[in-house]
């Protein structure tokens, strides 16, 4: 509540409110024309506890918007500040009791006399709230402005735009804050100068009411449809200067500049400067230029066809091929090389760096697998759109994103190696596209518990048999034909028996034999590599291109007309012999299974000529089901290379690449199934992005605008449902051994007349209403194609086969054909017969179903830019008919008006409830946890709503949570490791003193250990010296007592010679010679 500064402020607010109050029968007079200026009625339904009735939310958010506007004043009263430093004395007209009753007529016052005080402000004014808004001159305005409502400005998000650049005027500012005030994201009010006179009031029809409670925070909604144009959220006004898109034709638009406006016409400039005069009805208003090439069609304020078209337009121009429309992603083909892939852009999307915020096929992969790791539950990324819009080379390239994101094992390559063997055997030119895939792919790739690629799995669906021996002019059979024949070197032609593709009939029929930019030749070197890496083995490989050129030369197989018996004989040449060859059979055996039929009738076999087109057609099926089989075959191959050793974990994202909705001069029996394969992937969609949305919505009591959008159940029941649908009166007639495809017609016609979605028409063909367009089907080959049966003579042959291969194609048949059609033929002795192409067909659609169900589903929308196939051509009307089939409009309104993300209260709480402080986490009611952290956040009420069971929140709100929880979580593992490092230093120094006392301890006891030892040791060396020494001394000791006997023996001797009488004359003194020979001998 605003409160009073002074009491002079209190006789102003008196006096302005006196002066307004003659004026008061003319406003309301002003407001009752106005149907959008009466407040809504309270909703029906219990209000949401996060959000208030939306009459009480306009008051408060009135109330919020003039918060803002009011500052103190210096003692004259509260002035009026707009946010850009513009003051008026009116701020207290908030006190007026007229506020809360017609709040819009009291800010039509509030305006009128704030404009008469600016009307003598001159110069510049400073931005309010500074910055690097720079100075804005302020307008001159008369003293007496009108107002009146109009839907010409931004809307709220690109108004903050706006304002940040300084690119609004006065007016349009002021706009921009009371829209922002009051919630809306059409702002409704223009201001009008007195040299720009209002438009006189018009009649406005009131809009008719819905059951569902509208709030006029949201915008209204309405059906498109293929045949339905979109129209804007909001009426428009039309007034001088408005850029507008001017409808030229049902698929063109042009800009334009209103230079006059009338009631119901226009005069508009166009962008070549010519003035035209236009009906208010094909006009739509354009979007300011800072929104041109958005990101998100979301961002957009006028959401309509021309602006939705333009802006596409101008980012593909850019080479900016990915947009956003909400939780959609659309893809327009470039149909030229784009660098925006490979690995640093790859590592860019995964650190999440600047560069990868812009809408990317990585962008959603990337998405997929976190919430994959994070919520464990299984993923999709189901990629839809028209033949030749780039679904499987967007396939391929989350591919390499999720193998990239799990690699590591050398898996990845494996996986990523499939796609030029499945292209090589399942893509085909056609006139829309030259890398068509004629047939469609689930991939599963499957992840351990830290997000590394642990397996994969590959699931097929209706290849499109008859191509291999039929292609209508200017398309060509299946890529492997044509790279076999051009990239076989000469010792692998001479075994194969190979010649090039114009010697072949199966090829040369069509007249195309190759593509332009693509050499067939390298092409086969990659599919040898790609062979090489899952692992399938040479022997498997030359068996393989054996029942391709076996294929080939049935196709030169020819017939001639025995004449008088009208029947079929087999022409003796090359091509006999060297298809029994190729196919390991006898040449006779071969001939005679082409030409005749074995029927068994009384317990014997009879035998039928056949006719010249029975003949042919029992070749052709041969061919078709030796191509089918082998192409299952190499599936199952890579399937079991895939897997092999592989633990599952439950873990997956599956990526769906199916064949595009298709529509040709000659509709056949393969683009209704086709078709009807695009008509339950819509309904799909319909269910997770329509339906499931607004039954939770209701469910959960959430207050929101419920959004139209066209529903494809009755085309499903057209063909699916029993026992009236097409799929079950097709089967049926094929049980009648006399039926043809011209009862068929009639039957279908007599049946279905009643169905909106059907029309007959002349002859063999009928009309359906698809929920991409009509198409019309000719009913010729409708039969044959759904019973596709291969008779029992061609099983026998292929069974006899000295060859491995079609001896598995034959036990694979046979398998396959004794599916009974239901109990009671079994009771009743009923032969049993094979399963229809349709029946068994619907069987696998319904699996699919099943399995996406079970997955988080994440669409992609590829879009075919223009029919040429060429370059930086953008066709307006065939973009436009593709952006109505797939709703884009209905999933980015109800995507700016919805809650995409939900939790439910427990989850929410259990999420996000530890970032409160301790008391208030530890209540014990959930929700009140809840409530708690988006209070303690400050999440705005608008941006959330409290469901029965969840908690529903706007794009892009729980994006500030999860940064929250991510940097607590992240700090709580830093103090963790902090702690635990701690504890374990710790723990070591405490081992490290146990250990070192240890040590100690156990070098102590080894010491004394080796001191015993050592002095042991010593001691016995004591001993053995001593008695070395004692043993020396003892030896010494008798040598010298021997020589002291020695010379005490000579020295008698010599006393004795001295006194001998005999000697005594003598001089000689033999006693020194005697004493030195002693002592030599007794030297120590």
Not at 141 to 167: F, K, M, W
Request: proline share 5%; with cysteine.
């Amino acid at each position: 509540m605003y409160t009073m500064e002074s009491s002079g402020g209190r006789s102003t607010l008196e006096e302005m409110l006196d002066s307004m109050r003659t004026v008061e029968t003319e406003e309301k007079v002003v407001s009752s024309e106005e149907s959008h200026e009466e407040l809504p009625p309270l909703p029906s339904r219990p209000t949401s506890r996060a959000r208030l009735p939306s009459s009480v939310r306009a008051k408060k958010a009135l109330g919020s918007c003039l918060d803002n506007l009011a500052v103190p004043s210096n003692g004259s009263g509260a002035l009026l500040k707009d946010g850009f430093g513009l003051e008026s004395p009116v701020a207290n007209l908030v006190m007026a009791a007229d506020l809360v009753t017609e709040p819009r007529v009291c800010l039509s016052r509030a305006f009128d006399e704030l404009s008469g005080d600016l009307a003598s402000d001159n110069g510049h004014t400073p931005f309010a709230n500074g910055g690097n808004q720079g100075s804005f001159a302020t307008p001159q305005l008369s003293s007496s402005p009108s107002v009146v409502p109009d839907v010409s400005t931004p809307a709220e998000d690109g108004i903050s735009q706006l304002h940040s650049r300084g690119a609004l005027s006065f007016n349009e500012r002021i706009n921009a804050s009371v829209a922002q005030g009051l919630g809306q994201e059409q702002p409704s009010f223009s201001f009008l100068t007195a040299q720009e006179p209002p438009a006189p009031p018009t009649p406005q029809t009131p809009a008719p009411q819905s059951p569902v409670p509208q709030d006029p925070a949201l915008p209204v909604t309405t059906p498109s449809s293929a045949g339905k144009k979109w129209k804007d959220d909001g009426t428009l006004r039309l007034k001088k200067n408005l850029r507008v898109w001017v409808l030229t034709s049902e698929f063109n638009w042009i800009a334009g500049t209103i230079v006059s406006a009338e009631d119901t016409e226009a005069m508009v400039r166009t962008a070549d400067r010519q003035v035209i005069r236009v009906n208010a009805t094909r006009l739509q208003p354009a979007n300011p230029d800072i929104l041109e090439g958005v990101y998100d069609l979301i961002k957009l304020s006028y959401l309509n066809e021309p602006s939705v078209l333009h802006n596409l337009d101008f980012r593909y121009a850019q080479d900016k091929i990915y947009t956003r429309a909400g939780p959609v992603l659309i893809a327009v083909n470039p149909f030229k090389k784009v660098p925006i892939y490979g690995p640093a852009n790859v590592l860019a999307y995964q650190k999440r760096t600047p560069e990868s915020s812009h809408p990317h096929v990585y962008m959603t992969a990337d998405s997929a697998f976190k919430a994959m790791v994070r919520d464990g539950t299984n993923q999709s990324i189901i990629i839809s759109g028209e033949s030749g819009a780039g679904k499987t080379e967007t396939a391929k390239i989350a591919m390499q994103y999720l193998a990239a994101l799990g690699g590591g094992g050398g898996l990845e390559d494996e996986i990523l190696q499939t796609n030029p063997i499945l292209e090589a055997f399942g893509n085909a030119k056609t006139l829309r596209n030259d890398n068509s895939s004629r047939f469609g792919k689930l991939i599963d790739i499957h992840f351990d518990k830290v997000g590394k690629i642990c397996g994969a799995k590959i699931q097929t669906y209706l290849l499109e048999k008859s191509r291999v021996v039929q292609q209508a002019d200017g398309e060509r059979s299946y890529h492997i034909f044509y790279q076999l024949c051009a990239g076989a070197d000469p010792d692998f032609r001479e075994r194969l028996h190979l010649k090039s593709a114009k010697e072949y009939r199966y090829l040369n029929q069509s007249n195309c034999l190759s593509i332009d930019n693509v050499d067939d030749a390298e092409e086969f070197k990659r599919l040898r590599t790609a062979m090489n890496v899952v692992q399938i083995s040479k022997e498997d490989q030359e068996l393989t291109f054996e029942m391709l050129s076996a294929v080939l030369w049935l196709g030169n197989i020819t017939f001639s007309v025995v004449e008088h018996d009208n029947h079929a004989v087999v022409d003796e040449n090359e091509a006999v012999k060297v298809a029994a060859a190729l196919l390991h059979c006898d040449a006779d055996d071969l001939v005679t299974a082409l030409s005749t039929r074995r029927i068994r009738a009384g317990g014997d076999d009879i035998v039928q000529q056949l006719t010249l087109s029975q003949a042919t057609d029992s070749r052709d099926a041969l061919a078709k089901a030796i191509y089918a089989n082998l192409f299952d075959w190499l599936v199952e191959r890579i399937n079991k290379s895939l897997e092999a050793g592989k633990k599952r974990t439950g873990r997956s994202i599956s990526i769906l690449d199916i064949y595009g909705f298709e529509s040709f001069k000659k509709n056949s029996f393969e683009q209704l199934c086709i078709n009807y394969a695009n008509e339950r992937l819509q309904q799909h969609f319909n269910r997770h992005l329509f339906k499931l949305e607004q039954e939770e919505y209701t469910s959960e009591n959430i207050d929101w605008t419920r959004v139209d959008f066209e529903d494809n159940q009755e085309c499903l029941d057209l063909i699916e449902k029993r026992p009236l649908g097409l799929i079950s009166l097709l089967d049926e007639e094929c049980m009648f051994p006399r039926s043809s495809d011209l009862s068929l017609a009639n039957k279908l016609k007599e049946h279905l007349k009643g169905n909106d979605c059907f029309r007959g028409e002349r002859d063999k063909a009928f009309r359906v209403c698809h929920y991409a367009g009509e198409v019309v089907y000719e009913t010729n080959g409708f039969l044959e194609k759904n019973r596709d049966l291969l008779h029992a003579d061609l099983l026998q042959l292929l069974a006899s086969c000295d060859c491995t291969l079609p001896q598995l194609f034959a036990a694979s048949i046979g398998e396959g054909a004794q599916k009974l059609l239901s109990p009671n033929r079994r009771a009743n002795g009923t032969e049993s017969q094979k399963q229809s192409v349709a029946a068994k067909f619907k069987g696998q659609l319904n699996k699919l179903m099943q399995r996406l169900e079970g997955t988080e589903p994440h669409f992609i929308r590829c879009i075919k830019p223009n029919t040429s196939q060429l370059p930086n051509i953008f066709e307006q009307e065939l973009v436009l008919q593709q952006l109505r089939c797939c709703g884009v409009l209905e999933v980015v309104r109800i995507s700016r008006s919805g809650y995409p993300t939900r939790h439910s209260h427990q989850e929410f709480g259990s999420r996000y409830g530890f970032l409160l402080p301790r008391n208030l986490s530890n209540q014990e009611d959930m929700l009140s946890v809840c409530v708690s952290v988006l209070h303690q956040f400050g999440i705005s009420p608008d941006m959330y709503q409290v469901g029965i069971t969840k908690l529903f929140f706007r794009a892009g709100q729980i994006g500030h949570l999860e940064d929250v929880r991510l940097r607590t979580l992240q700090g709580v593992t830093r103090v963790q490791a902090l702690y635990k490092g701690y504890r374990v230093r710790c723990n070591y120094k405490q081992r490290r003193r146990t250990t070192i006392f240890l040590q100690s301890l156990v070098r102590g006891a080894i010491a004394r250990r080796r001191f015993e030892v050592l002095r042991e040791r010593h001691r016995a060396a004591v001993m053995i010296q001593k008695y070395a020494r004692r043993q020396s001394v003892c030896r010494k000791y008798l040598s010298t007592k021997d020589k002291i006997v020695k010379l005490q023996s000579g020295t008698d001797l010599f006393f004795d010679i001295i006194t001998c009488p005999m000697t005594s004359h003598l001089s000689i003194n033999p006693l020194p010679s005697l004493v030195s020979n002693c002592c030599v001998e007794s030297q120590f």
